[in-house]
């Protein structure tokens, strides 16, 4: 089956400007995650949704950034007034269920900030 | 100290050897134990996950749990060269009832022919 699809793959951008970036998890996972990895560094935890349950929105660095999704279905990432540190590969991976099943990942997008 | 520790290396393996990478993590009431490994410009793929204290096999590769050390290992038996990668060690912790996985600053991996 499909996996985790992820677009644009590469987005480069302008300081100050609004990005958004999408993501569509494995159909029937429940449970969908953002991470950010920046050059030679390990993954960071942003934002994880679970079904209809609030978001953990813990790892979201700034108030710049947000995320949606609509029920078990694709999610938006925003993130306003860019940054040249936000400049990264964003990651979304999903799962089956939250607490035991594992994540799988997207290919990723890779945004430039200049 | 950071919540999940790698080696950075490189660890540098011979073609056909064994390759032992390591992971220790400070959260006691971790749960999940994930091994991902990432080629360069590429994303993680998981490749092994274990829940339970002992050994896990799939295939030319071994996980490692030991809970009361707060150690992790993988192992990969025979390795090649396609094996070199950056080898990232996860973990997931119950406390918060929170689905996100803490990730080490992963191990590279050169298995040279």
């Known amino acids: 089956g499909a996996g985790v699809s992820q677009s644009p793959s590469n987005k480069v951008t302008e300081k100050g400007k609004d990005v958004e970036l999408r993501c569509d998890p494995i159909?029937?996972?429940?449970?969908l995650y953002w991470y950010r990895q920046r050059l030679g560094q390990g993954l960071e935890f942003l934002i994880y949704?679970?079904?209809?349950?609030?978001?953990?929105k813990s790892g979201l660095p700034s108030d710049r950034f947000s995320a949606e999704r609509t029920g078990e279905s694709v999610s938006t990432l925003t993130i306003q007034r860019t940054q040249q540190e936000d400049s990264a590969v964003y990651l979304c991976?999903?799962?089956?269920?939250?607490?035991?099943?594992?994540?799988?990942f997207g290919p990723g997008t890779r945004l430039t900030v200049l | 100290q950071k919540e999940v520790e790698q080696n950075s290396g490189p660890l540098s393996v011979p073609e056909g050897a064994i390759a032992s990478l390591n992971c220790t993590y400070s959260?006691?009431?971790?749960?999940?134990f994930f091994w991902y490994r990432q080629y360069s410009g590429k994303s993680p793929e998981l490749i092994m996950s274990?829940?339970?204290?002992g050994d896990k096999e799939d295939g030319r590769f071994t996980a490692q749990l030991n809970k009361a050390s707060q150690y992790v290992s993988l192992l990969i038996r025979d390795s090649q060269p396609s094996d070199s990668a950056t080898y990232l060690c996860a973990v997931k912790s119950r406390s918060g009832n929170t689905g996100k996985l803490i990730f080490g600053q992963g191990t590279t991996l050169q298995v040279k022919p």
């Open positions: 274990i829940y339970s204290n």
């Open positions: 991976a999903s799962s089956l269920a939250s607490l035991e099943n594992e994540q799988f």
């Open positions: 949704f679970q079904g209809n349950s609030a978001p953990d």
């Open positions: 159909s029937g996972h429940t449970a």
């Open positions: 959260d006691r009431v971790s749960q999940s």
